[in-house]
């Protein structure tokens, strides 16, 4: 790597875009001595890079707090500010670091001045760091993607005046929030602000199943708020405790915006004649249905037979405006 490095320093003076996912630093197969003398090279590539980079991908380097702020500084060490545009430091950060509380970490992030896209998790997330978004990059913001994972801190609390200024100033951006096993209704309440301007929202429990896990006052409290805003919709739940056919209905028919549902559920194969009948009546404007309806059974033909039926019931609607995927999953 260090050799790659030296020949892209000096054979590309125009490197403009930089990828490099998944280190997993923190990983024990990388010896102190090579990782630190890893992390060295990088920070002086970028450096160097620093001048004209405009993409950098490090998601994934699972570095502490202090050498992620290290190498993130390195893009402005040259001019005290970075005109990086796009930044993705998803699982930049070792798990379990509550990376919102750091001086360290807001110092550094205030020297970046004209970002369009930053990818990064939830426990960055402060009103700290949104306060420098609002005063160095709100002319050019426009995503904000956030990870947020059940072993990452999430329990902070962010004001929603931070989320409204940002918002404000930054009238062009769009948040997209990919929860990964946060499925308490306290949690994302917490976290799930009316102020926040969200174009998509995933809420995957990645099979596992909590008790805790109530996925109805979600559908009905939280996601609601924003009907006017929100474009497209993941859930992939395991739902076996509870019905959320009328709710997710309800939800998906106020949402004018939503273009795009994806669901990975326990739900009854009418559910998916209901939604095709509304969207044949343009009660909602999806073009995408992809669900993955599950069942407690072994044997799903009966489901299967019905899907056909609905299927050459809505054909015409299907095959000239949607890209429809349906199908059964035994999960047992």
Not at 9 to 24: P, Q, Y
Request: hydrophobic fraction near 40%; charged fraction near 20%; proline fraction near 2%.
């Amino acid at each position: 790597m260090r050799s790659l490095l030296s020949h892209l320093g000096k054979c590309n003076c125009r490197l403009v875009s930089l990828s490099i996912k998944h280190l997993e630093l923190d990983r024990l197969v990388w010896k102190n001595i090579v990782r630190a003398q890893f992390i060295k090279n990088l920070g002086t590539f970028l450096k160097r890079m620093s001048k004209q980079l405009n993409y950098l991908n490090l998601k994934g380097a699972r570095v502490t707090l202090e050498e992620g702020c290290e190498l993130l500084n390195s893009l402005s060490c040259l001019t005290n500010k970075s005109f990086i545009s796009e930044l993705n430091i998803e699982d930049f950060f070792s798990l379990h670091l509550p990376v919102y509380s750091s001086t360290l970490f807001h110092h550094t992030v205030s020297k970046f001045h004209s970002l369009v896209i930053l990818t990064f998790n939830y426990n960055c997330v402060s009103d700290e760091l949104l306060d420098n978004l609002c005063k160095n990059s709100a002319h050019s913001l426009r995503t904000l993607n956030i990870k947020c994972h059940i072993h990452d801190p999430h329990g902070q609390v962010v004001w929603g005046m931070s989320w409204a200024n940002l918002a404000k100033r930054a009238p062009k951006l769009n948040v997209n929030f990919y929860f990964e096993r946060v499925m308490k209704h306290d949690h994302l309440a917490r976290i799930l602000l009316v102020e926040i301007p969200v174009r998509s929202i995933s809420l995957r429990s990645c099979y596992f199943r909590d008790p805790d896990w109530m996925m109805r006052p979600t559908l009905t409290n939280i996601l609601p708020a924003y009907w006017h805003v929100l474009q497209k919709l993941t859930l992939e739940v395991n739902n076996g405790n509870e019905l959320l056919d009328d709710e997710l209905l309800q939800l998906i028919l106020s949402c004018r915006k939503l273009f795009f549902l994806k669901v990975w559920a326990f739900l009854s194969v009418t559910f998916v004649e209901r939604l095709l009948h509304n969207r044949a009546e343009r009660k909602c404007f999806l073009t995408t249905i992809k669900v993955r309806i599950y069942t407690s059974r072994r044997e799903t033909s009966e489901e299967e037979q019905l899907l056909r039926t609905i299927y050459k019931k809505f054909k015409n609607l299907i095959d000239s405006e949607l890209n429809y995927f349906v199908i059964t999953y035994p999960l047992v």
